[in-house]
């Protein structure tokens, strides 16, 4: 399994702030993935990469970019957080065992 | 577009009793099915992974089957324990790309 880490756990940020979340793997796969999860939605892709500034965008990527400058490193940027964004974030890399997760970023935008 | 869905979306059955849960897709052309788990509050943890050229998995207590012909995936609990009590995911991937669809999850509380 690669080991996912995402930080911080919980962020409290004000309305047109950025916001940047972190996911770091250690297992070198190639292919990384932000999703937000929300009741009544599921969990919904956000962005996703496939290498190393390789990316591309998801089902509900506006007001989000993403930058992979190495490989262990997926970063997902608010650019300027609203109140929808309130979520929770999660991190997965694509190995030979299927996804693995991580914990999740639990944001609030008040 | 693949859809996913899960029926019920909440299961409420006593200690030691088998668990059937249910997972459909709408596109048979998949890659590869997922099953996971996810606590209240806490990320999601992989049960099993089924390959598209396999009809099922077993991992203990779990067994997972797929029939891609019919786009319907189950997995099984057997003997359920309270400890059991979570929602369970099932996710697909598509043969165009590597992309996990999910299904809206089945909550599943065991009562001691």
């Known amino acids: 399994d690669a080991g996912i880490t995402q930080s911080p756990r919980h962020k409290v940020t004000e309305t047109g702030t950025p916001v940047t979340l972190r996911c770091h793997q250690t297992e070198n796969h190639r292919y990384m993935y932000w999703y937000r999860q929300d009741p009544g939605h599921g969990l919904r892709l956000i962005h996703y990469?496939?290498?190393?500034?390789?990316?591309d965008k998801g089902e509900v990527s506006d007001g989000y970019s993403v930058s992979r400058s190495k490989t262990e490193d997926f970063l997902l940027t608010l650019e300027s957080a609203t109140s929808s964004q309130t979520s929770v974030y999660f991190c997965?890399?694509?190995?030979?065992?299927?996804?693995?997760f991580g914990s999740g970023t639990r944001l609030t935008v008040v | 577009k693949q859809e996913v869905t899960q029926i019920p979306a909440a299961l409420s059955v006593p200690e030691g009793e088998n668990l059937v849960l249910n997972c459909s897709f709408t596109?048979?052309?998949?890659?590869?099915l997922q099953w996971f788990r996810q606590d209240p509050g806490k990320g999601l943890t992989s049960l099993l992974l089924?390959?598209?050229?396999?009809r099922e998995q077993t991992s203990g207590r779990l067994n997972a089957s797929l029939d891609k012909s019919s786009g319907r995936s189950t997995l099984y609990i057997a003997a359920s324990q309270p400890g059991d009590s979570a929602t369970y995911l099932c996710a697909v991937i598509g043969t165009a790309g590597n992309k996990l669809t999910f299904g809206g999850g089945t909550r599943v509380l065991v009562k001691p």
């Open positions: 596109d048979s052309a998949i890659y590869n």
């Open positions: 997965a890399a694509q190995g030979l065992d299927g996804y693995t």
């Open positions: 990469s496939y290498g190393v500034k390789d990316t």
């Open positions: 089924i390959q598209s050229s396999q």
